[in-house]
């Protein structure tokens, strides 16, 4: 500890000084805060913050996309012949896939009219770029570069190709920040693909590793699961639309009362999402704000 | 006055650049820069100064990555620079170990108080296991100590 230096003892005036700053610094934090409470949507700091910072975090997300981008072409190169060969008999396969499931498409449509049933999902979507992501230690949130210019509004759900990613908490003019399911304030009335089994996910961290999961609750103890059984949206909340892909079931804790606890792997990986799905327009035709 | 808005202008960039990182790692498990910024900015330029630096890292955080009611990371860092501003006008922190135990500490009881006080406003923020936060406390502490060494260094060849 011989860094440790005695520095010259501060005047007893000046310190009282200091504290009389504390003290009424702690009163304005607190006046800040409890107003936030009573304050519905977002709040004049947060719109100004975020209005003056996000045109700069996506010029720093470009830039670092960009530089990503250029390394990995370069790196890319060096196996572009094998992983070209590979890529082409992959293509082959899949056009052999899309084929038949254009089929089942159709197919889907012939009964879909001969049962009189609407399409499930009416939503339209717009594409954004994810501009930081996890970036605060406490909250699962993820920024995007689309906001209420582009028809963004409060509440709207943010898809990836894999799955549900969360849904929109805070909007401003060209950003939106959104809640990733993962989150453990989040929530989403969820059910089995096979099973129908209803229950609510919501997000914990594992204790294993800590990467993050959800927990599917209010499982009846009788229920009939499956592990790497899918686990899709029901829409009971009003929040998500019926049958987006959340995740598949992990492990199943045996219960020791009621119900049982299903921890359910996300499909969407927020870690690696880059560009996301928001959609833009509600159920009913128009953008309207959920609360 | 032109050392004030240099640090300032260095606790913006290290949120940008939290934000920025947090592209390609969940940097925000491991790392908190705006905190070992503001740690600096405490310590070197006193308690009023601190408190500032300290209640805007915070706010300015919890504005840009956090959701729900925001200063809460505000209110705990304002009082953690105004401890550490006093701590640093007091002694002169130089050697290697002093500031990595300081800088650990001041991880932890900024990770813990917030994880204790932000469920009273609603909150349920990410709960670090003991090994997770020494993990994350180390990773700030030896950043902290690289960062340091570079603003010292930016100190000397300006004085």
């Known amino acids: 500890m011989d860094g440790l230096i005695t520095r010259s003892r501060p005047e007893p005036t000046s310190l009282r000084r200091s504290w009389m700053w504390l003290l009424a610094s702690l009163v304005l934090h607190l006046v800040a805060i409890s107003r936030q409470v009573d304050v519905d949507g977002i709040s004049l700091f947060e719109r100004t913050v975020v209005s003056v910072f996000s045109p700069v975090q996506h010029v720093l997300a470009s830039i670092a996309s960009g530089v990503s981008g250029a390394w990995g072409s370069f790196v890319d190169l060096r196996s572009v012949g094998e992983e070209n060969l590979d890529l082409k008999a992959r293509l082959r396969d899949a056009e052999l896939r899309l084929l038949a499931q254009r089929a089942a498409v159709e197919e889907n449509a012939r009964l879909r009219v001969i049962l009189d049933l609407k399409p499930r999902l009416p939503m339209t979507t717009l594409l954004a770029d994810v501009v930081a992501r996890n970036a605060s230690p406490w909250f699962k949130t993820i920024s995007i570069d689309k906001g209420s210019a582009q028809g963004v509004f409060y509440g709207a759900t943010v898809l990836s190709p894999s799955g549900v990613l969360g849904r929109v908490i805070s909007v401003s003019t060209n950003s939106a920040s959104v809640q990733l399911l993962v989150d453990r304030d989040s929530g989403a009335a969820v059910l089995t693909e096979r099973g129908r089994v209803d229950g609510v996910v919501s997000g914990v961290q594992d204790d294993g590793d800590g990467s993050p999961l959800l927990l599917m609750k209010y499982v009846p103890s009788l229920a009939f699961l499956g592990i790497g059984e899918f686990v899709v949206t029901s829409g009971l909340d009003q929040l998500f639309e019926k049958g987006l892909v959340v995740g598949t079931v992990l492990r199943i804790d045996e219960p020791a009362g009621l119900f049982k606890d299903v921890w359910v792997r996300p499909s969407a990986s927020p870690a690696f999402a880059e560009q996301v799905f928001v959609s833009t327009v509600s159920k009913g035709g128009d953008p309207v704000p959920l609360r | ?159």
């Open chain 2, 1 to 159: 006055m032109k050392e004030n808005l240099i640090a300032l202008c260095l606790l913006l960039l290290s949120l940008l650049l939290q934000g920025g990182l947090s592209l390609f790692l969940p940097i925000s498990a491991y790392l908190d820069l705006p905190l070992v910024v503001a740690t600096w900015f405490a310590l070197s330029r006193g308690e009023i100064l601190g408190m500032v630096g300290g209640s805007l890292s915070g706010w300015l955080s919890e504005a840009l990555f956090g959701r729900g009611i925001k200063g809460v990371s505000g209110l705990i860092r304002l009082v953690l620079g105004f401890a550490l501003g006093l701590l640093g006008s007091r002694f002169l922190i130089n050697g290697a170990l002093p500031r990595f135990s300081l800088l650990l500490t001041v991880t932890v009881i900024d990770t813990r108080v917030f994880e204790w006080i932000a469920p009273s406003f609603g909150l349920s923020p990410v709960q670090y296991s003991p090994t997770a936060m020494t993990v994350r406390g180390s990773i700030n502490a030896t950043v902290g100590l690289v960062l340091f060494a570079l603003f010292e260094r930016h100190r000397a060849r300006t004085a």
